[in-house]
């Protein structure tokens, strides 16, 4: 499910920035955090899909202006039918019944009745003077006291960032509301008759609102303080002591709220070293020299690429101490060690969660089964990191040392701290996760034959191949793994295992996603250089299922009929006979199109002869009959109430088209 966190006119940049770390962190894997304009929340059907929406800092006024042509009204449908609402200081004025903003002060006055009215009163402030836009002067380091009664994991008072937020007046006049913190020091404005309310939670029909008038999504390591400033050093030091006493706050009142929580999560993950392999040495080595000669590096041995910059090491380097890192780094900007592997792989103390030597071992032996005597390009040369950025964004957005990689290569990382989804989501990727992007280059001219929309049905055709096929041909078919049109990857629920997928007109809600392939494309030289990030859940149960959850319980209805176990599924194995699969599946098609692809593809499939609702074809009933094999697009034929061809045929595109598996709904993608 999404959290969309509203990022339009009235918000501020700094206000969206904290917004989406602090939420990323706390709620991934469990949803998906993405920043939207208002033309998402005016225009497209966001609500199915999401489970919160989020008004960060900023203004008011600018936001009802932009709301105001049905997006209020959008939104309040939306959270009395069981969604959250989560306004934070400007998005805290947004959501109650009254602002009153600087009141006698005509530069700064905003007052008059607000229509989202999550709370019903009123919202006044600034709770403390000195506030100026644009600037960190009325910034402050507030003290809350908890209502532990409400809260009872968290501590009596907790410090939040504040600048320009309100107080919700006469709260106890009102049933629907809880005051989760109260400011312990004296306003400069009239709090009302109860105690002076900074953060609360309010009732609305099925679904709730979260309203504060200070900041505890800002996280003390992105502020920083200029000598303009200087009272804001202390700000940022008193934030920072009792850092996690906000954190714990925050978590209590997202769950308040009845959200899925990050309960592992204690701060951001440090980026590691990348580490360049391959099967060998040599191979890897004459690659870092042929990117240092294309490229250059500068006097301390750092390569910069287009969006990210590199600290080259070779060997005999073991890399162990250069994980000793001391602050916060932002992982965007911060200076990456990638260190080429000599004659022996790493240290397991270097890379406890992936094991090199496993993984070449069964990327050999799965082309040894199929019968060649040397090992393929793909995932060799390969770079492995325990946590990193994003295994597509590296290669996407670094292009000047794109241009120098071979076809086949590849990343692989078992945490992501920013990890990239369909429609910009990103995320932070747990381990568990298996996270690999590969390189795939093509010349112009072969497209023709062979079009880029299929490397996303090839890629998720791979993954399922793998799969089933994990021990030898047919091994593992007993895994109820399906392919979900155009890009995802679905199993069988756990629960409905033992009795079987129920019929085809309600099996998508039997099914839960587990994966799925993001590509991405550039063009250099009369040459595509394809993208595919490809990622599957192995072992993490959040935030549906897994192969190995779901391999339990296929194991256990296997031993009452006296079968045998199915192997566990492993990250260097899968992704290794991944790999295989897809690498031999890409050289057949460059060759032969996708049609030699299609039985296969419809055989892995969800969607043979699934009823679905056209949302931009005037919600037109149809039936699912395959994919054109030329330019990969959905073929439905609209059928009437009884199911009777009309004779329309429609062709849908899978870049421009999202699939709702719940609803079957296929409308335009946000």
Known sequence: MNVLVYSGPGTTADSVKHCLETLRNLLSPYYAVTAVDSRTLLKEPWAPKTSVVVF??????????EMAEGGISEIVKFVRKGGRYIGFCAGGYFGSGRCEFAVGNPELEVSGSRDLKFFPGTCRGPAFGGFEYHTELGTKAVKLNINTSILPDVPNTV?????????????????????????????????????????????????????????????????????????????????????????MFLKSSLRRLGLSVNEEFTGRPSLTPLYLSSIRTEDSLKLLQHIK??????????????????????PPATALDLQLKEG?????????????????????????YFNFTTYYHELEASWR????????????????????????LLLDKNTNILKTLPSGFAIHGTTQVSGRGRGGNIWINPPGVLAVSILMRMAIEQAKRSPLVFYQYLGTMAYVEAVINYDGEGSHSSMPIRIKWPNDIYILKPEYVASGPPPATSSEAAYAKIGGILVNTNVFDGEYYIIAGCGLNVSN??????????????????????????????????????????????????????????????????????????????????????????????????????????????????????????????????
Request: glycine share 10%.
């Open 159 to 247: 410090h939040n960032y504040y600048n320009g937020g309100g107080v919700f007046v006469n709260t106890e006049q009102y049933s629907n509301v809880e005051v989760l913190a109260s400011y312990e020091q004296q306003l400069d404005v009239d709090p009302g008759s109860g105690i002076p309310a900074a953060c609360i939670i309010t009732k609305v029909g099925h679904g709730f609102a979260l309203l504060t008038g200070t900041h505890p999504e800002f996280t003390p390591a992105f502020l920083k303080a200029t000598n303009k400033e200087p009272e804001f050093a202390s700000v940022i030091k008193t934030l920072s002591d009792s850092d996690n006493a906000r954190l």
């Open 369 to 392: 089964a199929g019968g060649d005597t040397t090992v393929g390009d793909f995932g060799n040369p390969l770079v492995y990191g325990e946590v990193l950025t994003s295994t597509s």
């Open 293 to 314: 000669n294309e490229i250059g590096v500068d006097d301390e041995g750092i390569l910069k690429g287009s969006a990210n910059s590199f600290r080259l090491h070779e």
């Open 56 to 65: 960060p800092g900023g203004a008011d006024l600018p936001m009802c202006r």
């Open 328 to 352: 916060y780094e932002d992982p965007d900007t911060a200076v990456m060690d990638l260190v080429a592997i000599g004659n022996n792989f790493p240290d397991r103390k270097a890379t406890p």
């Open 541 to 670: 149960a959040a935030p549906t299922t897994s192969l190995n959850l779901v391999l339990e319980t296929v194991n256990a209805v296997l031993e009452k009929s006296g079968r045998e176990r199915l192997s566990a599924f492993t990250q260097e194995k899968l992704m290794a006979r991944f790999l295989w699969y897809l690498e031999k599946m890409v050289t057949q098609f460059k060759q032969e199109g996708f049609e030699p692809f299609l039985n296969l593809y419809y055989k892995r499939w969800l969607h043979g002869g699934q009823i679905v609702w056209l949302h931009n074809k005037g919600n037109a009933r149809a039936r699912v009959t395959g994919i054109t094999k030329d330019w990969g697009m959905l073929k439905a034929e609209e059928v009437n109430m009884e199911g009777k061809p009309t004779g329309v045929v429609y062709e849908l595109q899978p870049d421009g088209n999202s699939f709702d598996m719940l609803s079957g709904l296929i409308s335009t993608k946000s």
